[in-house]
């Protein structure tokens, strides 16, 4: 056990330093100058001169390597070069709103899966398990960006309850947390369904039988139980999957977290900053991804530690 | 296989209906030059927002554009770019991780320890991240879809590989003096190949929603080339008086997905769980 905690912590940190290389190399992969980029041609020698100082681009690229890698080991992300606020603390400002959003999108996903999964993996073979199945795929067949709108349309526009977009009360968060809890919801009952039918299928729920439990009982204490493990794991994974997720879904409700100031940033070719973020959301992830790998195997002894 | 194909797919009702759909958008992908009604590019600025009506049966777009026809030509778009990044993956995925995992040892740990990398990255950032610093346009939007697109196939076939790369036959082959290569191509790679394929119909849905996530975004297909995601993405500024504009592309894409997913499973059921 400890052995796989230390080979999934040093997992971890390969892939957080590996991010960030190529985060750094995405600089590189501008075609063409950057600095020109950013600041469009024409523009005068001087200032290009100044911000080829300021975002450090005029030394060896091995050299602004080891500085930036230097400056994110003691928590520095360097500056927005058009707002010129430390990118850190835009990005601390802003992860709260997408935390809010990803976890009431569980919420969403968590209150539709659970009660469309259970059915639809005891009663096998029934309309119970067909129309789980049926709104799961619908939930991954209209993705995000036409979610979004047509919920806008039909619960905004057409009868308006709830407001179009920004943030505020909890009626802001209606839409945004189910379009982007819809395909969640959906991943959620198709796992519920097919690991209460695998469990079902077990030699222990013949034998609880034959002890002489009821039907409830064996489904609330064994069959239930077991066939959570799949699912937590599955949620935890998930909600990294939701952190991503926001982008698209911040930018069709103008939601102030941390994926549309990653679109923002692009969009202004605040270079920097979208570097930042980028790491932010992925450094956010695999944290995310680690925890849950270790819960699972808290959850279930038997898995079988790391190839 | 093909006869069996049929009559199975015959009695699974759903699934025939989504190879019926998938047909018949790729056929309209094919042919999208012909049967445009319109020319989805002329523009015609007294009729821009108009909803439908009998000779435009999808309306305008903002720009006055027959949205029918624009909508037939991003079909074409769309999924010419999810087939042809499916085909690159999935020849790039197997040949990658399945000659890895039978030569094993440091070139398996490379392999696993680069998709890990990958992997950690989450849903379509990777592929954000490159276009947004690449620039857009269909060849960048290919290449940031690919990047992503391989891992799947090649940790797919990795498993198999793994499976049946000591089996007896193997063994023949080897002690009969095959090369190392005819052996992976000819006995390993054909007898572990099919869930790679079932993955690839799978993928084409994934795939056309990354792309048409990307173009929402602005960074993908830009206009005025159609996309369904441009196009989404336009019509979200005017959902107030154009509605028309969200809900039809929105219905096309939905089915081509569903109908992908569908067939994908029946796949799975039947050369997986047989």
Excluded at chain 1, 71 to 100: C, E, Q, V
Excluded at chain 2, 120 to 144: E, H, Q, W, Y
Excluded at chain 2, 238 to 267: N, Q, R, Y
């Amino acid at each position: 056990m400890k052995k796989y905690l230390l080979k999934r912590f040093l997992i971890s940190i390969f892939s957080l330093w590996a991010i960030f290389t190529f985060v750094s190399l995405l600089i590189r992969i501008i075609p063409g100058d950057p600095v020109i980029m950013m600041l469009g041609e024409g523009a005068p020698p001087a200032n290009v001169k100044k911000l080829r100082r300021e975002l450090g681009l005029d030394k060896p690229f091995y050299i602004q390597y080891l500085n930036d890698l230097n400056g994110l080991l003691h928590g520095n992300l360097k500056k927005s070069w058009i707002t010129g606020k430390d990118n850190l603390r835009t990005i601390l400002n802003r992860y709260p709103a997408t935390i809010t959003l990803a976890f009431f999108s569980m919420i969403f996903a968590i209150l539709i899966s659970f009660p469309l999964g259970i059915l639809g993996g005891l009663k096998k073979d029934t309309l119970w398990e067909k129309g789980a199945t049926f709104i799961s795929v619908m939930g991954i067949s209209i993705p995000h960006f036409a979610l979004g709108p047509l919920l806008i349309l039909f619960f905004s526009i057409l009868i308006p309850i709830f407001p179009v977009s920004g943030m505020g009360g909890f009626s802001h968060i209606v839409l945004p947390a189910i379009t982007l809890g819809s395909g969640l919801s959906a991943y959620l009952t198709k796992m519920i369904k097919k690991s209460i039918q695998n469990e079902l299928e077990k030699p222990y729920v013949l034998c609880a039988y034959a002890k002489g439990l009821s039907k409830f009982e064996v489904i609330k204490n064994h069959v239930f139980k077991n066939s959570m493990i799949p699912v937590i794991t599955l949620m935890g994974l998930q909600f990294g999957v939701l952190l991503s997720g926001a982008i698209i879904t911040e930018t069709i409700f103008s939601w102030p977290g941390i994926g549309r100031l990653l679109i923002r940033a692009i969009e202004s070719r605040d270079y920097p900053l979208a570097q930042a973020t980028i790491l932010a959301i992925s450094f956010t992830y695999i944290f995310v991804t680690a925890v849950v790998d270790v819960i699972y195997t808290i959850l279930d002894p038997r898995i079988k530690f790391y190839e | 296989m093909n006869k069996k194909f049929f009559q199975k797919l015959r009695k699974e009702k759903i699934a025939l209906f989504s190879f019926i759909i998938l047909s018949f958008y790729i056929l309209i992908a094919l042919f999208a030059n012909y049967i445009t009604p319109y020319n989805p590019y002329e523009m015609n600025l007294s009729q821009r927002l108009k909803g439908p009506s009998l000779s435009h049966p999808f309306g305008f777009d903002e720009l006055g554009r027959d949205e029918l026809s624009r909508i037939i030509m991003g079909t074409r778009i769309s999924i010419s770019i999810g087939l042809l990044v499916v085909v690159i993956t999935f020849i790039m995925g197997i040949t990658v991780g399945g000659i890895c995992a039978y030569l094993g040892g440091i070139f398996d740990e490379i392999l696993m320890r680069a998709t890990d990398v990958l992997l950690a990255m989450p849903g379509i950032l990777l592929a954000i991240a490159i276009v947004s610093f690449l620039g857009t346009g269909i060849f960048n939007l290919i290449f940031a879809l690919t990047v992503m697109g391989w891992i799947s196939y090649a940790r797919l076939i990795r498993g198999e590989v793994l499976k049946i790369k000591n089996q007896d036959y193997v063994l023949a082959a080897k002690i009969s003096g095959s090369k190392t290569f005819k052996i992976f191509f000819r006995h390993i790679l054909r007898n572990s190949i099919d869930p790679a394929i079932v993955q690839g119909v799978l993928n084409l849905g994934g795939v056309i929603i990354s792309e048409a996530s990307l173009s929402f975004l602005g960074l993908g297909i830009s206009p005025p080339t159609p996309s369904w995601g441009n196009m989404l993405s336009m019509a979200r500024v005017h959902l107030f008086d154009a509605p028309h504009l969200i809900i039809f592309p929105s219905i096309i894409l939905a089915t081509l997905i569903f109908s992908v997913h569908f067939l994908g499973e029946f796949l799975e059921e039947m050369f997986i769980h047989r």
